[in-house]
């Protein structure tokens, strides 16, 4: 089974940027459309960016414009450069394939946590 390890996250302050790493413990078949979630606090974990293998890429309006996925199917690693980042990015971060209704299929990481405040 894959294991997932998100990194990158931090406190920062609104307008700022951060990028965050999610790396497989085995390679990503280039085959797995793959996606970032994130849950705020007291809110249900959300997906908002996926990318296919051939690199197409979809967001939600909610940070579309603001934030870019991408991949490295070389370094089994996937990206998210979160641009003009707001208070309600809060939130703990995770990377995960789509399963069925956009769930994730592989086992969860820790994920890594966002902060913006000022």
């Known amino acids: 089974q894959v294991q997932l390890v998100e990194s990158g996250g931090g406190l920062v302050q609104p307008g700022e940027s951060l990028r965050l790493s999610c790396a497989a413990s085995?390679?990503?078949?280039?085959?797995?459309?793959m996606a970032w979630y994130r849950q705020a606090p007291g809110k249900q974990r959300e997906l908002f960016a996926r990318i296919s293998n051939a690199g197409t890429t979809i967001y939600a309006d909610s940070v579309k414009g603001r934030f870019t996925i991408s991949r490295d199917n070389a370094k089994s690693t996937v990206y998210l450069q979160m641009n003009s980042l707001k208070p309600e990015d809060t939130a703990i971060y995770y990377c995960?394939?789509?399963?069925?209704?956009?769930?994730?299929?592989?086992?969860w990481g820790r994920g890594t946590q966002v902060t913006v405040s000022s």
């Open positions: 085995i390679g990503i078949r280039s085959a797995y459309m």
């Open positions: 995960n394939r789509p399963g069925p209704a956009g769930v994730g299929s592989l086992n």
